[in-house]
C-alpha cells in the first residue's frame, strides 16, 4: 500500500456514481525513459510491469463488447510497451479514437525512429506533457535536456500536420503546476503556450489542458517529506467545486491496470482501490454494465473537483 494512502482513505468526498461508459484507459506498464517529480504513476526507466499480449487481447474483447469510444493509452511511456501498437491498431481497425498520452521525449528514443510517423498513419490524437514553456521550469521538474527533447518532438509531429487545424491530426499539451497549488485558469494559459511556443520555436498545438498534480505515489511522498501534505489536502478542500462532480472524468471512464484489473481512475488504481471497492478483472466485465455503480472516493478525489476541476481532458469548467 502507499505511504500516503491512509492520509486519503477517510474522507467526506461526496458519493457519486458511474453513468455510460465512454472512454478505456489503458496503463499498459510503468516503464518509462524519465522519472518526473509530479508523475503519479511513480514511473521510471527501472520499473518492470508490463502489460501482456493475454492481457490486451482482453482489453480488446471488453473493448468490442461494451462499445467504447475511446482508447486512452497511458503509462509509464506507454508506447514502450510491446502491446502498445497491438491495442492500437486493433482499435483504429474498429473505428475508436485512440489517444497516445506521450511525453515527447520517446519520440527520440532508440527503436522509435518511426512513431511519429507511425502515430500520424493510424491518425492518433496525441496529448503530449510539457508541464510549462519554460525551459529550466521543464528540466527542474522532468530532467537535464528534457526541454529541447520535448520541443524537437513537437515540431517532428508538426512537420507530419499535428496541431494543423484541417489535418485531422489532433496534438494537444498538457500543463501541471511545478509544486503544491491549482492550475491557473486553462484558456488564459493556453494563449500563453501557443504565443510562446509559437513565437521562440515555430511549434504549433491545439489545446492546452490543466491537470491538478494529485497527492498520490512520487508527488504525494514529496509532499509528505516536506511538510506539505495537510496544507495541499486543504487548499483542494476549500476549493471544491460542487458542479464539477458532473463532469468528473471516472463517470464515464474506466481505468485498466497493466495485468488487466480495473478501477474507478488511474489515481484509483495507483492507490490500489479497485472499481467500486470491489477487486475485479476486466475479463469479467465483458456482458456486464457498469453504469448506477458507486464510484469508490476518496480524499485525493478533490484534485479532481477543485477550482476549475481537473481531469484527463484537462479543466472541467473552462
Known amino acids: ?108 528514443e532508440p527503436g522509435q525512429e518511426d512513431l511519429a510517423a507511425y502515430l500520424a498513419d493510424w491518425g492518433v490524437h496525441v496529448i503530449a506533457s510539457l508541464p510549462c514553456y519554460l525551459e529550466e521550469n521543464v528540466n527542474a521538474q522532468r530532467g537535464d535536456g528534457v526541454f529541447e527533447s520535448s520541443i524537437e518532438g513537437l515540431r517532428k509531429l508538426n512537420r507530419l500536420g499535428y496541431g494543423d487545424e484541417h489535418s485531422g491530426l489532433r496534438l494537444d499539451l498538457v500543463y501541471n503546476p511545478q509544486g503544491p497549488q491549482l492550475p491557473p485558469p486553462q484558456q488564459q494559459l493556453q494563449v500563453d ?78 492507490l490500489g482501490v479497485p472499481l467500486g471497492g470491489r477487486r475485479r478483472h476486466i475479463s469479467d466485465l465483458v456482458t456486464k454494465s457498469l453504469e448506477g455503480e458507486a464510484i469508490a472516493v476518496a480524499d485525493h478525489c478533490y484534485g479532481c473537483t477543485a477550482g476549475q476541476g481537473s481531469s484527463c481532458g484537462g479543466a472541467l469548467s473552462a
Open 193 to 270: 503556450y501557443k504565443k510562446h511556443l509559437g513565437e521562440r520555436f515555430g511549434v504549433r498545438f491545439n489545446a492546452l489542458l490543466t491537470l491538478a498534480n494529485l497527492p498520490i505515489q512520487r508527488f504525494g511522498s514529496t509532499l509528505v517529506s516536506r511538510g506539505q501534505f495537510d496544507e495541499y489536502m486543504a487548499l483542494l478542500k476549500g476549493a471544491h467545486h460542487a458542479a464539477n462532480l458532473r463532469s468528473v472524468m471516472c463517470r464515464s471512464l474506466l481505468s485498466v491496470d497493466y495485468q488487466g484489473f480495473v478501477y474507478d481512475c488511474d489515481f484509483n488504481q495507483m
Open 1 to 108: 500500500m502507499h505511504a500516503t494512502l491512509p492520509l486519503l482513505i477517510k474522507s467526506d468526498f461526496p458519493a457519486i456514481k458511474r453513468a455510460r461508459l465512454e472512454v478505456l484507459q489503458v496503463n499498459v506498464g510503468y516503464r518509462c525513459n524519465q522519472a518526473c517529480l509530479h508523475c503519479h504513476v511513480n514511473a521510471s526507466p527501472y520499473r518492470k510491469e508490463a502489460m501482456d499480449r493475454e492481457t490486451a487481447e482482453a482489453v480488446i474483447r471488453f473493448m468490442h463488447a461494451c462499445d467504447v469510444t475511446s482508447l486512452d493509452l497511458t503509462g509509464g511511456a506507454p508506447e514502450l510497451n510491446p502491446q502498445f501498437r497491438f491495442l492500437l491498431e486493433a482499435a483504429r481497425s474498429a473505428g475508436v479514437q485512440v489517444i497516445d498520452r506521450c511525453n515527447l521525449t520517446v519520440l527520440q
